[in-house]
């Protein structure tokens, strides 16, 4: 870590959701990440900011992932993407998970 205050303090994941309410269900109610923030702009844009640990989980709609895309990089560039989490317990989280609606891609991995 360099000590001019260059290195990371904070990964933001964005998860793109094209059922916003569901995946914010999931993420915050199933999973138990709660919501530190939440934002809505123009064209119906809501992101929530959940607690995930070391880091915070973005669940975004449509339109603000295409907002975020258009604003860094100026088109669409954001894909889907597979997420890791780490827990006390990785069989209650899974089981809890597939209960919320997850499907099961692989074991529980300790």
Request: no cysteine.
């Amino acid at each position: 870590m360099s000590d001019d205050n260059t290195g990371v303090k904070q990964l933001r994941l964005v998860i793109h959701a094209e059922d916003y309410e569901g995946t914010l269900r999931f993420f915050r109610d199933v999973l138990g990440m709660s919501e530190q923030e939440a934002y809505t702009g123009d064209a119906g844009a809501q992101v929530a900011i959940l607690d995930a640990g070391r880091a915070t989980l973005e669940i975004a709609n449509t339109a603000q992932v295409e907002m975020i895309d258009d604003v860094e990089v100026g088109r669409r560039v954001s894909p889907h993407l597979r997420l890791a989490l780490e827990v006390d317990d990785a069989a209650a989280a899974a089981t809890a998970a597939v209960g919320g609606g997850a499907r099961v891609v692989a074991p529980p991995t300790p």
